[in-house]
């Protein structure tokens, strides 16, 4: 069996994602910004919210010492902005909240993982950053942060058995970034599809899906790729 610590479970494709390794086998304990004490979320046992370091480590000793993946994907709400209206105060939560935090979460999966020689780092990231999305300047950068960090992480740590890989989404049908409501309105629905190659929102469960063969398929020697998974937009 698996050991999965996966973060922001409550967020984005997050639940379909925590349910999908659970029934491939996996023992999965998760964390998120909303989870104030120790308990369990739809069956899934959770960590009050705390540091990066300080969740990895506790999860970790819960798994008996041995953590052998981690999915770092953070969801965070981005309203269209111009960016002349955007100052280091406007910025410095996605910064915060979508880059630095994941790298620090990173940072502490290795550290845990280092030991055993063996390791996956899965990064939920945005193919965002790499179509480009005007008006949304901090959230496209903060994600580009992350997808830029997945190469020079994967070759830090590949003596050691780990890989580092980022599932890069985009017009993936959620409530945090794409409600049904939009996809119902009669102006903004099409509007919005129109813009997608493939014609139609995408699944959580085919971003599970991928995120799961990174976790624990036979994608070992799979590292530093950033994977788009956006209906061909990019």
Known sequence: MSNVFVTDILGFANPVIVERLRK?????????????????EQGVETLAWAS????VARATEKFGGRLDAIVISPAMPAPRTKVEDLGIDELMPYFQRLAAESIAFA???????RPNKAGRIVFGSSSGPIGGIPGF??????????????????????????????????????ETYYPKAL??????????????????????????????????????????????????WC
């Open 183 to 232: 996809l119902e309105d009669p102006v903004k629905g099409p509007k919005l599809l129109a813009r997608v190659p493939m014609g139609r929102l995408g699944e959580a469960e085919e971003v599970a899906a991928l995120v799961e063969l990174l976790a624990l398929g036979r994608s070992g020697f799979l590292s530093g790729q950033v994977i788009p998974i956006s209906g061909a």
């Open 107 to 113: 940072g502490a999966a290795v550290k845990a993982m």
């Open 24 to 40: 491939a086998g996996a023992r999965v304990i998760g964390c998120d910004p909303s989870i104030a004490q120790d308990g369990e």
């Open 137 to 174: 300047s901090a959230y496209a950068t903060a994600r580009a942060a992350v997808n830029g960090v997945v190469r020079t992480l994967a070759l830090e740590v590949a003596g050691d058995g780990i890989s580092v890989n980022a599932v890069a989404a985009n017009f993936i049908q959620t």
């Open 52 to 55: 990066p370091a300080e969740l």
